[in-house]
């Protein structure tokens, strides 16, 4: 979802969102994630101007940070709580979309934005807000193209 509407989204359903990504699977539980929730208009409009693919940051009511202290598998961690934040807004009615954060060009400047300390890593941007319109969904490949018994072949 790269098209949102004005409307404002509630806290306790950014929170409800929230509180979903901070229940995602972890190895050895170590829960390296954290969450920067920026609704300031012109701190979205500064990090989509920093984001490479993430202009439309800048018209989404809400953008999620998601960040990890340095872990073994911070970024399979990460990336499991920020699907969860994908499929918990979609729930939500609310449509979102993931900008790809680490090791990107622009993380450092993000961090500075956001006062993030150095040792903290940034994972992804995610958009969220309520849809302007309903696109179509794409097409995606058939089971029987990407299903393997046994072996690859």
Not at 52 to 74: E, H, N, Q, R
Not at 82 to 87: D, P, S, V
Not at 98 to 118: M, R, T
Request: glycine fraction near 4%; charge should be neutral; aromatic fraction near 8%.
């Amino acid at each position: 979802m790269r098209s949102y509407s004005d409307k404002a989204v509630d806290k306790k359903l950014i929170c409800e969102v929230i509180d979903c990504a901070r229940l995602a699977p972890t190895a050895n539980n170590t829960q390296p994630w954290e969450f920067v929730v920026v609704t300031d208009r012109e701190k979205r409009r500064a990090i989509a101007r920093l984001a490479t693919y993430g202009p439309f940051i800048a018209d989404a009511p809400v953008c999620i940070v998601v960040l990890s202290k340095d872990s073994k598998y911070f970024l399979e961690d990460c990336s499991a709580a920020t699907e969860n934040i994908l499929l918990a807004a979609h729930a939500l009615g609310l449509g979102t979309c993931w900008v790809a954060g680490h090791k990107k060009d622009y993380c450092e400047a993000v961090k500075k934005l956001l006062s993030i300390p150095d040792n903290v890593i940034v994972i992804s941007l995610i958009s969220m807000g309520y849809p302007a319109e309903r696109p179509s969904p794409h097409n995606k490949r058939a089971l029987d193209e990407v299903l393997h018994w046994e072996a690859y072949t």
